[in-house]
């Protein structure tokens, strides 16, 4: 699978969020990172569907929807028609899994699947089937920042080993706490979709982007 960094705009700086996406874009990235929380799901509230809406006049980036809200069947036709390419939803916060997951590709975008870091890996076992994605959390969800769970690592190889086995084409997406210092533990244990906030969007977002990128194509 191909390696792809996955920015999370959540680090970005609001006041001038088409420049800080432009300077990711011009670093190399290709996708782009968008974190929805509703203050349910996740304590925090982020943003939402004008966010989306308005960068997607800015850039043809893939738009990576991250949503951490409850029920987010309600939302994936939204969302679908605001410009995101692929959606993620997570286990713990949907009635019907398949249900949903079959909606968002029915809306034409790729379905993702998140588990937060204490939800057994097997719980993603049954929706296989009907995934383009799997998203590990590799901290709590609800905020950009924080460290990453050492075990995690351990994680990212049971899901790794699990896609491989059911034989079918999943990237596998980490989100949280990856910097240039452990880029290479999560490559290595089988990830190939970095998502990175604060280590993109805090200095020099361009020449970031730049150092994430050499090693992604280089491994
Ligand atoms: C956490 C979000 C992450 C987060 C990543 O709830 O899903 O995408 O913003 O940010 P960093 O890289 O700063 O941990
Ligand atoms: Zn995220």
Redesign the pocket.
Known sequence: MLNILSP?I??ADFKHLEQDIKAAEAGGARWL?I?V?DGVF?P?ISFGMCVQESIRSCTDMYFDT?L?ITEPIRYAGEFARLGSNGITVHVEACKDVKKTLRTIRECGCRAGLSIKPETSTDSIRDYLEEVDMILL??????????K?LPESTDRIREVSRMIKTSGRDIDLEV?????LTNIHEVLEAGANVI???????EGDIRANTEDFVKILNKV
Do not use: C, K, N, T
């Open positions: 999370s959540l680090a990172h974190d929380m996740v925090a991250h951490m959390m590799s901290v709590e969800p609800g905020s950009g920042g924080q990453y989100d949280g706490g990856i910097r998502v990175a906030g604060s280590a993109i969007f």
